[in-house]
């Protein structure tokens, strides 16, 4: 999911998840802090930020505010909690947050599909009770891909959920 800002002052003095590994830049899952910006006159925007946790300074040149919103977005839940995660687990939270449908659901279920539907000709081929059988394993199959979606992203933000939890006084414990 792509958060977009109207403007790049919107951004100056705010933490920022970066989701896009650049050369010469922060890797994705740093959390930084954009300490200032400049709209340049050929539409280009210039970032200066800073790593949170280092406290090194660093300079980004965008083509438009629309490359820099692919590149970073903002995250209350892993800037609060930065230090409970290692790079591998907050590059793993950005991967399961930008899943959709379009692009998690649908290729596995063109693919499924395909099988499916060549495995049922194959065996049967061609009759009647192969086009039923054919149907009615397609939206299983459906089904099965799209519970898996929903299951596999909840359980990943449980995990997430469970190990800030064990590190806290909360008293809460996700399973």
Not at 144 to 150: E, G, P, T, Y
Request: proline residues 2%.
């Amino acid at each position: 999911m792509t958060y977009m800002l109207n403007d790049i002052d919107e951004a100056i003095d705010r933490k920022f998840l970066v989701t896009k590994t650049m050369s010469n830049q922060v890797p994705a899952g740093t959390i930084v802090h954009i300490m200032g910006a400049d709209s340049n006159k050929d539409g280009s925007i210039t970032v200066y930020y800073r790593i949170t946790y280092t406290r090194q300074d660093y300079t980004i040149k965008f083509d438009s505010l629309k490359s820099f919103c692919k590149w970073a977005r903002p995250d209350n839940f892993i800037a609060r909690h930065y230090e409970s995660f290692n790079t591998k687990e907050i590059q793993r939270y950005i991967k399961i947050k930008d899943r959709n449908f379009t692009n998690f659901c649908l290729p596995m279920i063109l693919i499924a599909l395909i099988a499916v539907w060549a495995a049922v000709l194959f065996v049967m081929k061609g009759s009647t009770g192969a086009i039923v059988l054919g149907a009615v394993a397609s939206v299983v199959m459906i089904i099965l891909i799209m519970l898996m979606f929903k299951t596999s992203k909840q359980k990943a933000m449980t995990k997430l959920y469970s190990k800030v939890s064990a590190k806290s006084n909360w008293g809460v414990r996700f399973k």
